[in-house]
C-alpha cells in the first residue's frame, strides 16, 4: 500500500571525467658549459670570458657537460678544467686530453654539487646535465639529459611514399632597416631577410635575422644571421667588436676571435663547419 501521494522522483546520473592535460614538446637552443681538469684554471678562463662579456650567459639556457671529469677526483686536484666550449665551434679540437690516472681518487665521482653552485655564484645557472653517471646527480641537482645534439638544422623524417604537394610560393625578400643604433638591452629578431643598422650595436644589444646582418657602425653586442637555417648569410659591419656572431648554429665569442680583427672593418661567412671571419678591402 502507498502512502501519500503518487509521485516518482527523477535521478540524473553525473558522471564526471578529468579534464586532459595537454603536453607539448618544444626544442630550444642551448650554450653548453664543457669544463675540464684543472678546474682553477678553468674558472680563470670563464670569469675573463664574462668580464669581456658580461651579457653573454644572460637570459640563457646553459647544459653542463661534465664528460671531461669523469676521470678526476672532485678534491683531488684545484687546476682549470680546460676551455669553455659553445656547442660546435668555441671547443678547440686539438686541446690536449686530462692524463689518465689509475689512482683510487680517479675513480671518483665529480664534485657537481658544488659546480654548480661555483656557476650559480657567477649567475650561470645550469638548466641540465649531460654525459654523467645517475649516481653522480642528487635530488637537488639539474637534470640528467641525453640526446643533445649539435646545434644545427634537424634532418626531416623519412616517409614512405609521400603524396605530391604544390610547393609554396617563394616568399618575397622582406629586408629591415634600422635607422637608429641599437641600445643596450635592445633585441631584434627578423626572420624573414636581411637586417640592416645604419648606426652601431651597443654591447648587450642583439640582433637575430633569418638573413644577413649589415651594420654600418660599430657591432659591439651580438649578432646572429642565418637563423632560421640559411647557411649564406653573411655578417658585415664597420667596426668589429663584438660579444658573439654565429651563422646557421655556428657560434664565436669575442675571444676566441683574431684580436687583430678589433675595430676593423670586416665580413663572416660559413665555409662548412667553420666560421670564417676576414677584413673588408
Known amino acids: ?46 670569469d675573463a670570458l664574462v668580464q669581456r662579456s658580461p651579457t653573454l650567459f644572460s637570459e640563457r639556457a646553459v647544459i653542463l657537460d661534465v664528460s671531461g671529469l669523469a676521470k678526476d677526483s672532485p678534491r683531488g686536484d684545484h687546476s682549470p678544467l680546460g676551455g669553455l666550449s659553445l656547442r660546435r665551434d668555441l671547443a678547440d679540437p686539438e686541446a690536449a686530453e686530462p692524463a689518465e690516472d689509475d689512482t683510487p681518487a680517479a675513480a671518483a665521482a665529480p664534485d657537481i654539487a658544488g659546480l654548480v653552485d661555483e656557476l650559480k655564484q657567477r649567475g650561470i645557472r645550469i638548466v641540465g646535465v649531460e654525459k654523467a653517471e645517475p649516481a653522480w646527480l642528487g635530488p637537488a641537482l639539474p637534470p640528467l639529459l641525453s640526446g643533445g645534439r649539435p646545434a644545427e638544422m634537424a634532418p626531416p623524417e623519412a616517409k614512405a611514399a609521400p603524396e605530391p604537394v604544390k610547393p609554396p610560393e617563394p616568399r618575397k625578400p622582406n629586408s629591415l632597416v634600422l635607422e637608429r643604433p641599437l641600445r643596450s638591452g635592445q633585441s631584434v629578431y627578423h ?53 658573439l656572431i654565429g651563422i646557421d648554429g655556428l657560434f664565436r665569442t669575442a675571444d676566441t676571435t683574431d684580436p687583430k680583427l678589433r675595430k676593423k672593418a670586416v665580413q663572416v661567412w660559413l665555409e662548412g663547419e667553420t666560421l670564417r671571419i676576414a677584413v673588408l678591402d
Not at 546520473?13 to 678546474?39: K, Y
Not at 635575422?209 to 651594420?215: E, L, N, R, T
Open 1 to 46: 500500500m502507498a502512502l501519500g501521494n503518487n509521485s516518482s522522483t527523477a535521478v540524473t546520473s553525473i558522471s564526471l571525467t578529468r579534464p586532459s592535460l595537454p603536453l607539448r614538446g618544444r626544442s630550444f637552443r642551448a650554450l653548453v658549459l664543457a669544463p675540464e681538469t684543472p678546474l682553477g684554471d678553468w674558472f680563470s678562463h670563464l
Open 191 to 243: 626572420p624573414e631577410g636581411d637586417v640592416t643598422v645604419m648606426g652601431s650595436v651597443a654591447s648587450g644589444a642583439e640582433i637575430l635575422a633569418g638573413g644577413s646582418i649589415h651594420v654600418y657602425g660599430a657591432l659591439r653586442g651580438r649578432a646572429i644571421a642565418g637563423a632560421g637555417g640559411n647557411p649564406r648569410a653573411r655578417i658585415c659591419c664597420r667596426k668589429f667588436e663584438p660579444e
